[in-house]
């Protein structure tokens, strides 16, 4: 199964909101505040994970093209192999890379 991040983003960030409309009156703003840190350093803590991912999907990329010109698709078989190096690259590929949607999210929310 493929992981997007904009499918671990999103619910994350829905429960997140669910979390701060879940504060009662009496709460105050301290406990809003306190709500709103945890979301921050999670948030955080997703980006510089998916940072690490994309990096991660750049490396394999290289590591399959080098596999590829010493001879990795040569042997019994090649045809396998040139399947595997392809589904590799395309699981990289959008690892590595936000979505067009996101992209597009992005500029539109600007102010």
Same mark, same amino acid.
């Given at each position: 199964?493929?992981?997007?991040?904009r499918?671990?983003?999103?619910?994350?960030?829905?429960?997140?909101?669910?979390?701060?409309?879940?504060?009662?009156?009496?709460?105050?703003?301290?406990?809003?505040?306190?709500?709103?840190?945890?979301?921050?350093?999670?948030? @955080? !803590?997703?980006?510089? /994970?998916?940072?690490?991912?994309? %990096?991660?999907?750049?490396? #394999? *990329?290289?590591?399959?093209d &080098?596999? @590829? !010109?010493?001879?990795? /698709?040569?042997?019994?078989?090649? %045809?396998?192999?040139?399947? #595997? *190096?392809q589904?590799?690259? &395309?699981?990289?590929?959008?690892?590595?890379?936000?979505?067009?949607?996101?992209?597009?999210?992005?500029?539109?929310?600007?102010?």
């Amino acid at each position: 199964m493929q992981i997007r991040p904009r499918d671990t983003v999103v619910p994350i960030l829905a429960l997140g909101f669910l979390a701060l409309g879940a504060v009662s009156q009496g709460d105050g703003d301290s406990a809003l505040a306190l709500r709103v840190q945890v979301l921050e350093a999670r948030v @955080q !803590e997703m980006r510089g /994970t998916m940072d690490a991912q994309q %990096k991660a999907a750049s490396a #394999l *990329l290289s590591s399959l093209d &080098a596999a @590829q !010109e010493a001879g990795f /698709t040569a042997g019994i078989n090649p %045809k396998s192999r040139e399947i #595997l *190096l392809q589904a590799w690259r &395309a699981q990289a590929k959008a690892v590595g890379s936000p979505t067009k949607k996101k992209e597009e999210g992005k500029k539109g929310s600007r102010r």
